[in-house]
């Protein structure tokens, strides 16, 4: 009877044990699973960033673009004023005879014109020994008169002898400078009609064309929307992309017309550009750029790195090695950079490059 019992305790603790060890084995199994390390989460991973240390030492402009052709402020063609023989002058500074693109100084003889027979009829020297008599005369009047022997009228005819010989000597001094072709101001040489030496040139005949393009003017229309912004003496940048491919001259508004298009909307202003360096050509197609805003001494960012989202505009600054944002505030913007007015401050390290994937927090590293 007691090994009948002793059977049936032993057949149960074995089937007791079968499902003792499979949850041993399940226990076993979720403690190791527990126990193994975990794979590396997406904060762990260092993105490579590129910084700038921020300082505020730039300027920044905010431009309305217009364009238009580049004039003269001085220009003339000059004829000739008598008859006579052609005669190029000799350039004084290169020795030669004056050509095209030359400079000319103001008053400089580039053309002379001989004609004796009209140099003689002129009679300079018999004038000026008029004059010089009746200067002699004048004088002698005046000590007779003052002996009281001579009237106060025979002094006066004195006067108007030498009134009439000095106006006949200048007027004959005119008519033969008329023979000289003289360049009226500081210029260049930009026409030269081709005559042989000697040639006999009629009166009224092309003699010379000068320039002087040390300054020049651009004619530009405005639409109705600058109204208030564009002033007069607002400074304006100039660019040509073959006389200034690297270069900007400055210019200026100079005048603007009150009245305004009703057919194009647009009014009439007027641009002076400083070209005392002669880089620019008149005739040329230039860029301008007026300055309507200016600010200097400004955090300035490229625009590319501010990112919007819902009207939020945000930027990344490198904290600890991680990628934190910063909510900024723009001001004056150019085709490429930004002015931020608030949110970004001096040694501040912005992250300009690899920001595309940071989110807040994001480890970072950086790039040297």
Not at 24 to 35: E, G, M, N, P, Q
Not at 81 to 99: C, D, I, V
Not at 205 to 228: A, C, D, H, K, R
């Amino acid at each position: 009877m007691l090994n009948i019992r002793y059977s049936i305790i032993k057949d149960g603790l074995k089937l007791i044990k079968k499902p003792v060890l499979a949850l041993c084995a399940i226990c076993f199994v979720y403690l190791t699973a527990c126990t193994t390390p975990p794979q590396s989460s997406q904060s762990d991973i260092e993105t490579p960033v590129s910084i700038r240390e921020l300082k505020p030492t730039s300027t920044i402009s905010k431009l309305y673009s217009t364009s238009g052709t580049a004039i003269s402020t001085l220009s003339i063609d000059l004829n000739s004023e008598m008859s006579g023989r052609y005669h190029l002058q000799t350039n004084p500074r290169t020795g030669k005879a004056f050509k095209l693109g030359d400079a000319v100084k103001k008053g400089e003889v580039i053309i002379r014109l001989e004609d004796q027979e009209f140099e003689n009829n002129i009679q300079i020297k018999s004038r000026e020994l008029t004059l010089d008599i009746a200067e002699n005369e004048q004088k002698k009047q005046k000590e007779i008169f003052d002996l009281g022997g001579a009237t106060e009228t025979q002094l006066r005819n004195t006067e108007v002898q030498i009134t009439n010989a000095t106006y006949s000597l200048a007027n004959a001094r005119l008519s033969l400078e008329k023979m000289n072709v003289k360049a009226p101001f500081d210029g260049t040489i930009v026409a030269l009609p081709y005559y042989s030496p000697e040639t006999k040139v009629g009166n009224n005949q092309p003699m010379v064309s000068i320039m002087n393009y040390s300054t020049l003017l651009v004619e530009v229309n405005l639409p109705e929307s600058t109204i208030g912004a564009i002033l007069v003496s607002q400074p304006v940048h100039i660019t040509h992309s073959i006389s200034l491919p690297f270069d900007t001259l400055r210019g200026v508004v100079s005048e603007l017309s009150p009245a305004i298009s009703s057919e194009t909307r647009t009014y009439k202003g007027k641009i002076t550009i400083d070209n005392s360096s002669l880089k620019l050509r008149p005739g040329q197609f230039v860029k301008a750029d007026v300055v309507l805003n200016r600010s200097v001494n400004a955090i300035v960012i490229p625009k590319s790195i501010v990112q919007v989202q819902r009207n939020r505009k945000f930027v990344y600054v490198v904290e600890r090695n991680l990628a934190v944002t910063r909510t900024v505030t723009t001001g004056i913007e150019d085709e490429d950079n930004v002015e931020i007015v608030d949110g970004l401050w001096e040694n501040d390290n912005l992250i300009v490059r690899g920001f595309e994937t940071l989110r807040e927090n994001s480890r970072v590293r950086v790039l040297r």
